[in-house]
């Protein structure tokens, strides 16, 4: 799977930005149903941390707590694209954000790092006034 983000730019505060990834799958036969997804975010100095993801499987959709209430994630099988709804952003949202898919469908897979075989090349997001 190979992945793409866009939809970065620069938001004030308490504004909105919706982000895409869309995948491409190489073979007609694999489709990117069968996979997870997720986001995160780097922000300046700091790790990578876990935003949302979204199992495969039952469709169930996780969220960090600092985002919970702001954010939806969103995906459409049809075209191969994820989304990430971002709203009333606040400065501390500004990172790089990723896009990342995995063949596992737990959240305590999905929320690792590690689990997800994929990324994007990340789109920058800044909230600043």
């Known amino acids: 799977v190979q992945l793409q983000a866009f939809g970065g730019g620069l938001v004030q505060p308490g504004g909105s930005l919706r982000l895409s990834c869309t995948a491409s799958?190489?073979?007609?036969?694999?489709?990117?149903?069968?996979?997870?997804v997720g986001w995160f975010r780097q922000a300046p100095g700091k790790e990578r941390e876990f935003v949302a993801a979204?199992?495969?499987?039952?469709?169930?959709?996780w969220y960090a707590d600092s985002v919970k209430g702001r954010f939806t994630l969103s995906r459409d099988n049809t075209r191969n694209t994820v989304f990430l709804q971002m709203d009333s952003l606040k400065p501390e949202d500004t990172a790089l954000y990723y896009c990342?898919?995995?063949?596992?469908?737990?959240?305590?897979?999905?929320?690792?790092?590690?689990?997800?075989?994929?990324w994007g090349q990340g789109t920058l997001v800044t909230v600043s006034s």
């Open positions: 990342a898919s995995s063949p596992y469908y737990s959240y305590s897979d999905l929320s690792s790092i590690v689990k997800y075989s994929a």
């Open positions: 799958v190489g073979t007609p036969e694999r489709t990117f149903r069968i996979y997870s």
């Open positions: 979204k199992s495969y499987g039952d469709g169930k959709t």
